[in-house]
């Protein structure tokens, strides 16, 4: 009896913890999510406060790893940030964008790395691509209004070389209009 209830309070918590925000229409900016973006981004637009920018346009390379944007969703109580990597060196670095914060205005939000949705973080090996979602929650007892933004710094942490030798940052400020 014991064994099947908390087989049941597990199953409830997790289908409650799926619930909690999707991330499914946040494009990671890699060619193989942005044509499945656009279809799921027309079925939720009507409902929300949310804003979504397509920040697709935003790359930069820090110690070999090739680093871009995709969709940036603007919540009440988050931000999501679509990412994707592609380490072009032989050997691999270390990079932790899901432990980096975002600046809106006064406010930082920061990475939450439960939260990630996908794998992007730790060590990546030479020339493999990874792409997420990265979660930046709001401070409790504060909200973000989405209406107000008008930019978003982002500061995901340093890209490491395998031998210590290289350390560069990765941070971009992205304009919301």
Do not use: H, R, W
Request: proline share 2%; hydrophobic share 40%; with cysteine.
């Amino acid at each position: 009896m014991k064994k099947l209830l908390g087989l049941s309070l597990l199953l409830v918590l997790m289908f409650a913890l799926a619930a909690c925000g999707s991330t499914e229409d946040v494009s990671t900016g890699s060619d193989t999510s942005k044509a499945e973006s656009s279809e799921k981004e027309k079925a939720t637009e009507s409902e929300d406060t949310s804003k979504k920018i397509d920040a697709s346009d935003q790359s930069m390379t820090a110690a070999g790893l090739k680093v871009g944007l995709g969709d940036i969703k603007i919540l009440e109580d988050k931000i999501q940030v679509g990412i994707n990597v592609e380490n072009t060196n032989s050997d691999a670095v270390s990079f932790y964008p899901d432990m980096g914060s975002a600046v809106i205005g006064d406010m930082q939000v920061d990475a939450n790395m439960f939260m990630t949705d996908g794998n992007i973080s730790g060590d990546i090996q030479g020339g493999v691509k990874q792409e997420a979602v990265l979660e930046f929650l709001a401070p409790e007892g504060k909200s973000i209004d989405p209406a107000s933004v008008k930019e978003i710094k982002l500061v995901l942490g340093d890209v490491t070389s395998a031998d210590y030798m290289t350390t560069e940052p990765v941070e971009f400020t992205v304009t919301v209009e």
